[in-house]
């Protein structure tokens, strides 16, 4: 490898639905002992199981650095809503959410609505991949430091630095702004599982984290290659964009641990994705055994941090933090990344009011 | 006296996005941050209120088509924040407030569902309609509903909902639904289990007829915009004398009115905190924007300290769009300028006479009388408070005046049961699963 990397860790902790906030609070606070990146939680109409981006909201303050990642879906539901439940899931956990964007194919999710028929998967990722791009443009209809509380002028925000989306879809259209400010890490990290053709073109023009499914490392490589080829293709710099191996895992010993983290270790040196997303089988079980048998051994090899280096999701993942597409002008270099309550960088009286008052603790 | 006297209800409101938030004060921080949210939620069950009720945005106000930069705009979702908040929090109940114009049926039940399950049965839904395109232009539904259809919609979304909601059998498996109307066509299975509390505990807000006899129909709480003791008197019998006819007791529907208040340590300096604030809340911008309104037209040139145009309102004009009408501006134009001269006020003073909004001012001893008044004389059976800064708008509330009712036996000491209906005493409704 020219360049060493970090490897990135992730795991899913759905499975038989629970309906009750401490069972998915203790699974989270495993997978952050064990410093992995996020959690993912899936999600369906089609199946019993409660809301998940509820249920990572519920998860969030009772964790302090994991990431949390919600399946989402984008078929039946509304965009402006998605982008909006997005950013309030990174206000209450500091910076530290995602989504996995999802589409609702079947007849029976279409009749739960009823607004709606069933549509093929490609014009469901089409629409998915709008609601991925309007939901980042929602996210930037505020600048950063749209809020100035400038006492003088009686203004609480500076209209100039808000901004409507305007975007029209093939199905939707949403004027913006978004009601929610620019959250935490700008863009919440949005994740696709890019295994199939038609979610894989939604997945290199706006996933941040690309999940593909392969039985071994040339094809997981060749997937690799594949998306940061044509994510480069769309203009996008294929450095920040992460793809990780999504591996069903069934841990019965700890013997079965060591496996899986030789198996990673293997394919990682073969190049074959930036990471690791693994499905336990039975969470309750194989969560416990990667926490403590697959994940001291990577550390032990180097291959795995001990310790979070950062607050964010972004962080932990390695990217950068975006700027919007709306600010008229880039951040001075050296100013901070965000602020509650940020001055004003322009000219104009000072505000009144102690501007680190409303600060972030 | 015989009997426990009628307890007093007390919810929470986070003041947010409206002109009497008072983000000036040195004292006001994030209205955004997590942090917040918490400290009031927290502050609110340290007072063992009942509830802690947040509003909703679907689109930024504008003023002459551009977003309107003088009040608190942003804010985060509803239901993801309460949920969280369900985190920090044991006892106190969460209540979103969401459209029913802008959303589906199996959707939000299943995410108010989940929150009542999260929260242990703490979850309320405060249902609330839209009447105009200008926020249907960031929905797929786009478009409207007339006043009359948006209550239709929102009275068959409550009751789709409950079907929802019991579709599950006792012994815990999914049961098919279907349910056929004239707003919605839908059928399938719902996907969570019946939640804590059987049904989240729905709130109507607004109390024009037709919202009276919504809530008297469908609500277990009416959120009323507050008036006199006589007003309240009035609108309290009216609408529990309506619950009959939908085969209810005036005991399951709980009415209380958002009022804001000020304390301070005599009569004479709650007066005076009380001007302060209103000063606050009408900035020299404000009082123009609100003069805007009546007359119609630009008034940025004149001096807020000044007195009002001698010229009347422009009848008709389309100067101000959007949320802000008002009906008759000749009648409230003579009428500000006949205060103004009676009293010699400038144009900002006059705003703040005539804008204010009833509040209960004076020592905690005062307030607390004035409260237990209202709710012992059936002018209301509790209080949403409103305070006007974020977030320790409620802590004086909490230190000074609930220890007061607590002593009068008229608000709890400590919650008796898990459930927001148990604080309400509101019992489970019956499942028709």
Redo the contacts between chains.
């Keep these: 490898m020219p360049v060493p990397r970090p490897l990135h860790l992730a795991a899913e902790i759905g499975g038989r639905p629970h ?3 401490g069972y998915y ?1 203790a699974l989270a606070l495993l997978a952050e002992r064990g410093t992995l990146d996020f959690v993912t939680l899936g999600d ?8 998940a ?3 990572l ?6 964790t302090g650095r994991i990431g949390l990642v919600p399946a989402v879906t984008t078929t ?6 998605v982008s ?2 997005v ?3 990174d ?4 910076g530290r959410a995602g989504w996995s964007a999802a589409v609702s194919d079947t007849a ?2 279409a ?5 709606r028929d069933a549509a093929p998967g490609d014009d469901l990722w089409h629409e998915a991949g709008e609601v991925a791009d309007v939901a980042a443009r929602l996210w930037d209809s ?1 600048e950063d430091d749209a ?1 100035i ?1 400038h ?1 003088a ?7 100039d630095r ?1 901004h409507y989306t305007d975007f029209t879809g093939r ?7 978004s ?3 620019r959250p935490p890490q700008g863009h919440p990290v949005t994740v696709v599982d890019g295994t199939g053709a038609a979610a894989r073109e939604a997945a290199v023009r706006h996933a941040d984290v690309v999940l593909v499914r392969a039985d071994d490392p040339l094809t997981a490589r060749t997937f690799r290659e594949e998306i940061r080829n044509r994510a480069a293709a769309h203009g996008r710099s294929p450095d920040q964009l992460r793809v990780l191996v999504s591996l069903p895992v069934e841990l019965h010993t700890s013997a079965d641990a060591v496996g899986l983290a030789r198996l990673i270790a293997d394919w990682y040196a073969q190049d074959a994705a930036d990471g690791f997303h693994l499905r336990p089988t039975d969470v309750e079980r194989d969560l416990p055994l990667i926490v403590d048998g697959t994940v001291p051994l990577l550390q032990h090899h180097c291959l795995l941090r001990r310790f979070y280096p950062g607050a964010t999701l972004r962080e932990h993942l390695g990217l950068a933090r975006p700027a919007g597409r709306y600010a008229r002008s880039p951040r001075a270099p050296g100013s901070p990344p965000r602020a ?2 940020p001055q004003p960088h322009r000219p104009g009286p000072p505000l ?3 501007a680190t ?2 600060g ?2 | 006296m015989t009997g426990q006297q009628k307890q007093i209800h007390l919810a929470a409101h986070f003041p947010g996005v409206n002109s009497t938030t008072v983000w000036t004060d040195p004292r006001s921080r994030s209205q955004i941050e997590f942090s917040s949210f918490e400290h009031l939620a927290r502050t609110a069950e340290r007072g063992r209120f009942d509830f802690f009720f947040l509003a909703e945005g679907l689109r930024l106000r504008e003023y002459q088509g551009r977003i309107h930069d003088l009040d608190v705009v942003g804010r985060p979702e509803s239901i993801t924040l309460l949920n969280a908040l369900a985190a920090v929090t044991d006892r106190l109940g969460l209540a979103a407030t969401v459209n029913a114009t802008f959303n589906e049926p199996y959707e939000l039940a299943r995410r108010l569902a989940t929150l009542d399950h999260l929260s242990g049965g703490r979850a309320a839904w405060n249902v609330v309609t839209s009447s105009d395109a200008f926020t249907g232009e960031n929905f797929r539904r786009g478009g409207y509903l007339d006043r009359a259809d948006r209550y239709t919609r929102a009275a068959e979304f409550v009751a789709t909902a409950r079907e929802l909601w019991d579709s599950w059998s006792p012994d815990g498996s999914p049961r098919p639904f279907a349910h056929t109307g004239p707003h919605f066509d839908i059928a399938g299975e719902f996907t969570v289990p019946r939640s804590p509390q059987g049904h989240p505990v729905v709130i109507q807000a607004g109390d024009s007829d037709e919202g009276r006899e919504f809530a008297a129909s469908s609500a277990d709480v009416i959120f009323t915009r507050h008036g006199t003791l006589e007003a309240g008197r009035a609108f309290y019998a009216d609408t529990k004398r309506r619950l009959a006819k939908y085969g209810r007791e005036p005991s399951e529907l709980k009415i209380m009115p958002g009022v804001s208040y000020v304390l301070g340590d005599t009569a004479a300096d709650a007066a005076e905190r009380a001007a302060v604030i209103r000063e606050q809340q009408v900035s020299p911008q404000n009082a123009i924007l609100a003069l805007e309104q009546i007359w119609g037209r630009d008034l940025s040139s004149y001096d807020p300290d000044g007195p009002l145009p001698e010229t009347d309102p422009d009848v008709g004009s389309d100067f101000v769009q959007g949320r802000v009408r008002v009906a008759d501006p000749l009648a409230v134009a003579a009428k500000w300028r006949a205060l103004s001269q009676e009293k010699g006020l400038s144009i900002r003073q006059t705003v703040i006479e005539t804008t204010g909004r009833q509040s209960f001012i004076g020592t905690p001893e005062a307030v607390a009388s004035e409260l237990h008044e209202f709710v012992r004389t059936d002018a209301a059976d509790g209080f949403i408070l409103v305070p006007h800064l974020t977030p320790g708008g409620l802590d004086d509330f909490v230190d000074r005046v609930v220890p007061l009712l607590q002593e009068r036996g008229v608000f709890r000491t400590e919650y008796t049961g898990p459930t927001l209906r148990s604080h309400l005493g509101l019992a489970e409704p019956v499942w028709k699963g």
């Design positions: 309906y009750d906030a609070t369906s109409f089609a199946r019993p199981g409660p809301d981006l509820a249920v909201a519920r998860v969030a303050p009772g039946h539901t509304e965009p402006f809503h909006s439940a950013a309030t899931l206000w209450v956990s500091r029976a999710e009749a739960l609505f009823g607004r505020w809020e509380r006492v002028t009686g203004r609480f925000i500076d209209r808000l199905t939707f259209s949403v004027r913006g702004p009601i929610v400010p509650a309550h009144t009011k102690d008052a409303g972030r603790p």
